[in-house]
T-cell receptor, first 112, second 115 residues
Framework: EDQVTQSPEALRLQEGESSSLNCSYT??????LFWYRQDPGKGPEFLFT???AGEEKEKERLKATLTKKESFLHITAPKPEDSATYLC?????????????FGAGTRLFVKA | ETGVTQSPTHLIKTRGQQVTLRCSSQ?????VSWYQQALGQGPQFIFQ???????GRGNFPPRFSGLQFPNYSSELNVNALELDDSALYLC??????????????FGQGTRLTVV
């Protein structure tokens, strides 16, 4: 069964304390892996798309990497404004088209 | 702001009723996807439309249906509402083409409450 699992469920960091969020996936026919940020009461905000193992992308304090089984979102020297839920999603082939599967997210809290 | 607009923002319906949610895609985007997000959970894929054709569907019953119009705006229709349909419904538009959601942009969502 296709599955996306994110860990940890919640993460509390001090400002400046770097860490990583994990997204492991089991899916056939992977077309892409996506990272989003979601603030309370809002829709997800697109961060990155990764297509193949070994690919890396960076944006400000965030860096996303991809292997054949998992992806990591590295947060370097986080600030309180980085506090949000980070969602991982994979898109895969399906009968009749494609499907997108999201993980449950990692809630990040950064304390000043 | 992403340019993706959903209406209404909040809605209360009675069990058994029907509801239509609307989404206006970002200019230039030809692909739209709909998601259901329960509190504390990740979004669940309902279906995707590309150039007015359904391009993929998640594990939702047929009472969840959709349309995409020539201007690429979209509707999500839910018939025979159940209490478990209460959730945030999200629309996402992209321009990646068939099955490709590169740089998808989400709307702010419609909060549906079924009583």
């Amino acid at each position: 069964e296709d599955q996306v699992t994110q860990s940890p469920e919640a993460l509390r960091l001090q400002e400046g304390e770097s860490s990583s969020l994990n997204c492991s996936y089991t899916v056939s026919g992977l077309r892409g892996l996506f990272w989003y940020r979601q603030d309370p009461g809002k829709g997800p905000e697109f961060l990155f798309t990764l297509y193949s193992a070994g690919e890396e992308k960076e944006k400000e304090r965030l860096k996303a990497t991809l292997t054949k089984k998992e992806s990591f979102l590295h947060i370097t020297a986080p600030k309180p404004e980085d506090s949000a839920t980070y969602l991982c999603a994979v898109q895969a082939r399906d009968t009749g088209g494609f499907k997108t599967i999201f993980g449950a997210g990692t809630r990040l809290f950064v304390k000043a | 702001e992403t340019g993706v607009t959903q209406s209404p923002t909040h809605l209360i319906k009675t069990r058994g009723q029907q509801v239509t949610l609307r989404c206006s895609s970002q200019s230039g985007h030809n692909t739209v996807s709909w998601y259901q997000q329960a509190l504390g959970q990740g979004p669940q894929f309902i279906f995707q439309y590309y150039r007015e054709e359904e391009n993929g569907r998640g594990n939702f019953p047929p009472r969840f249906s959709g349309l995409q119009f020539p201007n690429y705006s979209s509707e999500l229709n839910v018939n025979a509402l159940e209490l478990d349909d209460s959730a945030l419904y999200l629309c996402a538009s992209s321009s990646g083409g068939r099955g490709h959601e590169d740089s998808a942009f989400f709307g702010q969502g419609t909060r549906l409450t079924v009583v």
